[in-house]
């Protein structure tokens, strides 16, 4: 196994540092296959996938249901395993989970019985950090995702977007190299997705995290991405692949350029085949 980099030393032994001090956080996948099998059946979800996800980047995918986007997912954060290929984080095999990829899925997966602060705090409790720590990486969270006068408030006590915004917090608080989203906002309503996607680009440009996001509705991942992913199913497999040519600012007045325009014309004509 190779040694660690100084940017994982760094971010192992001082988790609570500025965190333009992160480095890294590149995605490669390599002949990735998944086929699921019972003793009557075989079904092949993920034909050969190779997908590079640069340090820094944010990719997003998008296709048809069951075309393998979750699967690929979850095999990238170590949920799951793959029939055949390779998944390289920063050149080291995942093998399982870990802490330097953070997961955030559309289920509001906040633990009820704690509070906004104690969610985002768990991961760093159960990595051992002292109390002091973790209560300024806490705050510097809350305050990343304007939750600050909710810290002491219980998830009942929260809106969808609330919730989702602590989910996002709770996985930057293992201090990730990669964020791993899984529709993240797929169930919030019209607005609240807007001010969640103008939260998370924010949030990425600060945290200097890779993303690797899934989505169902183009617009978002235009909004969103570097590059977009367009799998297809039968069996699960890259189709095309944009590069979003597109003002690093994406601010709201983005949506109305005609190259916004027509690139979700382009990626709605793909995914209607
Ligand atoms: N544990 C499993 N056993 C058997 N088949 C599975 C399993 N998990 C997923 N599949 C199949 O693999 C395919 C891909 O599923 P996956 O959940 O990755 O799709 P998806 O692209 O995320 O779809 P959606 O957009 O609906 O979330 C589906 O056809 C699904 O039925
Ligand atoms: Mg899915």
């Known amino acids: 196994m190779p040694p660690a980099g100084p940017a994982r030393t760094a971010a192992g032994t001082d988790p609570g540092r500025d965190a333009g001090a992160k480095q890294a956080g590149e995605i490669a996948v390599t002949g990735l296959t998944k086929v699921y099998e019972t003793k009557k059946s075989r ?12 340090a820094n ?42 802490a330097e990829r953070g997961m955030v899925f559309q289920g509001y997966t906040l633990f009820p019985w704690l509070t906004v602060r104690e969610n985002i705090e768990y991961g760093p409790k159960l990595k051992g950090v002292s109390t002091l720590e973790r209560r300024a990486i806490s705050s510097h969270y809350l305050k990343v995702i304007k939750l600050e006068s909710f810290a002491n408030a219980y998830p009942k006590q929260l809106s969808g977007g609330m919730k989702q915004r602590v989910a996002i917090a709770r996985a930057l608080a293992n201090r990730p190299k990669v964020l791993l989203m899984d529709e993240p906002f797929g169930a919030l ?3 609240t997705k807007l001010e969640m996607q103008e939260l998370l680009l924010e949030v990425w440009e600060k945290e200097k995290t890779t993303v690797l996001f899934i989505t169902h509705d183009i617009e978002e991942a235009v909004f969103l991405s570097q590059r977009i992913v367009v ?20 601010t709201p007045e983005v949506r109305e350029l005609p190259g916004f325009l027509a690139l979700k014309r382009e990626l709605g004509a793909l995914l209607k085949h």
């Not at 079904?43 to 640069?54: C, H, M, N, Q, S």
């Not at 799998?231 to 994406?250: C, E, N, Q, S």
Request: some cysteine.
């Open 43 to 54: 079904f092949e979800a993920l034909a050969p996938i190779d997908l590079t996800v640069g």
């Open 57 to 98: 980047a944010f990719v997003t995918i998008v296709g048809p249901s069951g075309c393998g986007k979750s699967t690929l997912l979850r095999i990238v954060a170590g949920l799951d395993e793959p029939t055949d290929g390779s998944v390289l984080l920063d050149g080291e095999e995942v093998v399982g989970p870990g």
């Open 189 to 191: 309503d019209a607005q």
């Open 231 to 250: 799998m297809g199913a039968h069996p699960g497999r890259i189709l095309k692949t944009f590069d979003v040519a597109l003002p690093a600012r994406r």
